[in-house]
């Protein structure tokens, strides 16, 4: 008896291939992910705004983005001497608000730009859970530390999140009619709001999901939050804090994401390229040898293979490194 209930996603429609180009927004998984994506060579602008969890301050900055909009001057922060912006994670910070407003204009605007050329966008929603600021009555994404009497927190509505998202649906449709959109839920659970409020939260961003891949042709949903609280039910698939997925589970989703979503060109491209990664990580016994020697050819003949393909520069040029030490210990030993 098989003491696991395991999901198979159906397969997409339509595949992301090794030259898509991808753009990730969203949870903190939506940064996992798309780093997963750049460590196979895919051409992707990870969370270019940094974390977002609810989809009002998401929609709030790509609408920003393809309209070309500077972001909101009510919503600067200054604490302990840094700028912040509400609407932005706290990893973008400056030291005076005009150093910070440049860094948002040049994030909004390289992400129009990717939007603007990419074939997928992967969101990821992560919380309906919303802080309201008292001051300038708006929604913000984070709250940078600062004393919770200057914020309202409630869950969103269900009507007004899916019309937020079906606005920015149509928005993106007019600004890139081929790009294709993957919806995900996190699967990381917002312990903080109570057990009870995420779970509401996450059923509210659940059937927004569906509902919108029923009446957007070009939206897409991938079960993340299922396998992760159905498939993966047990604590090793956790990190220590019992909340956030571990490389386990990271890798474990990341191939059924592969599995239903990638192409076989890609798939067949992933498996080359774990081998090389591996060759990449190798520390021989006894480095110098001669097998050693042929070993970095090898592995210099199948980046070269590759590099019509993709980008292997970086690669090659670490290998070379290590070709080159070899050479010179041979030559400094006759």
Not at 1 to 22: C, D, G, H
Not at 149 to 178: A, M, V, W
Request: net charge neutral; glycine share 2%.
């Amino acid at each position: 008896m098989e003491f696991r209930t395991e999901i198979t996603p159906e397969q997409l429609p339509a595949k992301i291939q090794l030259k898509s180009n991808v753009v990730t927004i969203g949870s903190c998984f939506a940064e996992v992910m798309g780093s997963q994506l750049a460590d196979y060579k895919l051409t992707v602008l990870s969370n270019p705004f940094g974390t977002l969890f609810n989809p009002v301050s998401i929609t709030k900055l790509i609408l920003a983005a393809i309209n070309g909009k500077d972001p909101d001057p009510d919503l600067y922060v200054e604490r302990d001497g840094l700028w912040f912006h509400y609407d932005f994670h706290s990893s973008l910070w400056a030291h005076s608000r005009e150093a910070l407003t440049q860094l948002l204009k040049e994030r909004l605007t390289q992400t129009a730009n990717a939007l603007h050329q990419a074939d997928w966008l992967v969101l990821t929603l992560g919380t309906a859970v919303v802080y309201r600021h008292h001051e300038t009555n708006k929604v913000v994404a984070n709250c940078h530390k600062m004393p919770g009497k200057l914020f309202d927190k409630y869950l969103y509505g269900y009507e007004h999140s899916l019309e937020l998202l079906t606005t920015l649906l149509r928005s993106l449709k007019r600004f890139n009619p081929s790009l294709k959109i993957l919806l995900t839920v996190s699967p990381v659970r917002h312990t903080k709001d109570t057990l009870p409020m995420n779970q509401a939260s996450k059923s509210l961003l659940r059937m927004i999901s569906h509902e919108l891949t029923v009446w957007h042709e070009q939206v897409h949903y991938f079960p993340s939050y299922e396998i992760m609280v159905d498939d993966l039910r047990d604590y090793r698939f956790y990190e220590a804090d019992l909340i956030h997925p571990n490389a386990i589970a990271q890798q474990y989703i990341f191939e059924k994401f592969a599995d239903c979503v990638f192409d076989t060109e890609l798939r067949a491209f992933i498996s080359e390229w774990d081998g090389i990664r591996r060759a990449m990580a190798h520390r021989p016994f006894h480095a110098g040898s001669e097998s050693h020697q042929q070993f970095l050819q090898n592995l210099l003949k199948k980046l070269e293979r590759l590099s019509p393909k993709i980008n292997v520069e970086k690669e090659r040029e670490e290998v070379q490194k290590q070709v080159l030490a070899l050479t010179s210990i041979e030559s400094n030993a006759n």
